[in-house]
C-alpha cells in the first residue's frame, strides 16, 4: 500500500532554534498533504492543509510565520517549527489522501521536544 | 459544519471478549465516507475500517466490523474476539465524499484497554 515516510521521528531542540520534519510520498504522487498536531491522549487536530506547488491553508489560530509549511513536490511536504518555544513541544503528524475512493495514509510521527 | 462524537473517552475488554465502541457524527450531507483509524503506543495510525454511506452493507474486516445506522448518524465499532494487540486509541472519522482535498473531521478518540 501506500507509504508516507516522515522524519525525524524524535527531535529535541533548544528554544529559539527551527526545527523542520519532512514528510515523503515513497509511491505515489501526494498533491495534498495534511499537518497535524496531537497532544497527549487527545485527536488530531489539523493545522493546516498543503498543496503542491501553492501556498498552504492554516487552521484559524495556527501562526503561519511560526509553522511554515512547504509542498514544493509531489513527493515532498516539509514543516519548519520557527523559533521554536517549549509550548511548540508536541506530536505533529503528516497525512496524504490518494484518491477519492482510498484512505488517507499518514507519516510516523515526529515528537518534538523543547527544551 | 460537519462534527464527529466518541462519547467514550475510555473502554476496557476481557481478551477473547467482544467489545463495541461508539461514534455519532452530525452532517446535511447524503454521500460521504466513515472510517475508523487504530493508533497504538507507537502512535502510527493504522485504517481498521471503512463505510461508504451510500451502501447499505456493513464493512467487515475479519475481527472488525461495523455498525452503520445512516439515518441515527451512528457509526459503531464492534470488535470480537478481542486480543492484547488491538489495545489502542481508537478514532472515529468522516469525509465529505464531495471535498476535493479529503479532509478528514475527526472524533476525540476511545482508549481500549484489553485486560489478560
Known amino acids: 500500500g501506500a507509504v508516507v515516510s516522515q522524519h525525524p521521528s524524535r527531535v529535541i531542540c533548544k528554544s529559539g532554534t527551527s526545527v523542520k520534519i519532512e514528510c515523503r510520498s515513497l509511491?505515489?504522487?501526494?498533491?495534498?498533504m495534511f499537518w497535524y498536531r496531537q497532544f497527549p491522549k487527545q485527536s488530531l487536530m489539523l493545522m493546516a492543509t498543503?498543496?503542491?506547488?501553492?501556498?498552504?491553508?492554516?487552521e484559524q489560530g495556527v501562526e503561519k510565520d511560526k509553522f511554515l509549511i512547504n509542498h514544493a513536490s509531489l513527493t515532498l511536504s516539509t514543516l519548519t517549527v520557527t523559533s521554536a518555544h517549549p509550548e511548540d513541544s508536541s506530536f505533529y503528524i503528516c497525512?496524504?489522501?490518494?484518491?477519492?475512493?482510498?484512505?488517507?495514509?499518514f507519516g510516523q510521527g515526529t515528537r518534538l521536544t523543547v527544551v | 459544519a460537519q462534527t464527529v462524537t466518541q462519547s467514550q473517552p475510555e473502554m476496557s475488554v476481557q481478551e477473547a471478549e467482544t467489545v463495541t465502541l461508539s461514534c455519532t457524527y452530525d452532517t446535511s450531507e447524503s454521500d460521504y465516507y466513515l472510517f475508523w483509524y487504530k493508533q497504538p503506543p507507537s502512535r502510527q495510525m493504522i485504517l481498521v475500517i471503512r463505510?461508504?454511506?451510500?451502501k447499505q452493507q456493513n464493512a467487515t474486516e475479519n475481527r472488525f466490523s461495523v455498525n452503520f445506522q445512516k439515518a441515527a448518524k451512528s457509526f459503531s465499532l464492534k470488535i470480537s474476539d478481542s486480543q492484547l494487540g488491538d489495545a489502542a486509541m481508537y478514532f472515529c472519522?468522516?469525509?465529505?465524499?464531495?471535498?476535493?482535498?479529503?479532509?478528514?473531521?475527526w472524533g476525540a478518540g476511545t482508549k481500549l484497554i484489553i485486560k489478560p
Open positions: 509511491d505515489f504522487q501526494a498533491t495534498t
Open positions: 497525512s496524504a489522501p490518494t484518491g477519492v475512493n482510498t484512505e488517507a495514509f
Open positions: 463505510q461508504e454511506a451510500y
Open positions: 498543503s498543496n503542491e506547488g501553492s501556498k498552504a491553508t492554516y
Open positions: 472519522a468522516y469525509r465529505r465524499a464531495m471535498d476535493s482535498n479529503y479532509q478528514l473531521i
